[in-house]
């Protein structure tokens, strides 16, 4: 299952340049290359899980998915880059900050599309042998949780309004996703749970 093992690689990439670029003051190309990586990283990792998902049989909301969290990759990367750049070529602050809900939209638009990606990835795992009910409800709440707060707080983000930010611990929900796919890759290659059940012949 080679999507599957591209999948996890790119799992460990999108957990770790996400934080990268949210959290660690680096230079300023560092920093763009970081957030850059994120976006297809998600993307990619997500065409992977879909994979181990749809491993015995297909499901839309799989695809949905891959679908929602790859355009909240997309749109990650575009409001990380514009942010980056505007902060390069405007020396004054104050007129930098003036633009600051341009990003504050699109990282809005990237966690609506990253929590309904997460939902439906958590409907596709409910009764998946190798995810089940603890990732699908927690993948749930969390979701939900993602996209009612935003609007909640709407224009500003969560931590700016004094409340939870979810995004940690919708990190945390993809970080564990993909430890399980990389404990997943033998149950793959064989196909899953009937290739198990059946004899050979």
Request: charged fraction near 10%; hydrophobic fraction near 55%.
């Amino acid at each position: 299952m080679n999507a599957v093992r591209i999948g996890i690689v790119a799992g460990f990439v999108a957990c770790l340049t996400y934080p990268l670029a949210a959290f660690v003051p680096l230079p300023m190309l560092a920093t763009a290359a970081v957030a850059a990586c994120f976006g297809p990283a998600l993307a990619v990792a997500c065409f992977g899980l879909k994979a181990l998902l749809d491993v015995e049989k297909p499901a839309a909301s799989s695809a949905l998915g891959l679908l929602l969290n790859a355009l909240g990759g997309a749109l990650f990367a575009a409001m990380a880059l514009v942010q980056i750049a505007i902060g390069h070529l405007v020396k004054d602050r104050s007129f930098f900050l003036s633009l600051n809900g341009i990003w504050l939209g699109l990282d809005k638009a990237f966690d609506v599309y990253i929590g309904l990606g997460t939902i439906f990835f958590a409907v596709a795992m409910w009764r998946h042998p190798r995810f089940g009910r603890v990732f699908a409800v927690t993948g749930l709440v969390i979701g939900a949780g993602l996209i009612f707060l935003n609007f909640y707080t709407f224009p500003s983000s969560p931590a700016d309004a004094g409340l939870f930010d979810p995004g940690p611990a919708i990190g945390l929900w993809y970080l564990a996703v993909t430890i399980q796919m990389s404990r997943s890759v033998s149950w793959a290659k064989r196909g899953g749970s009937r290739a198990v059940a059946e004899p050979p012949g």
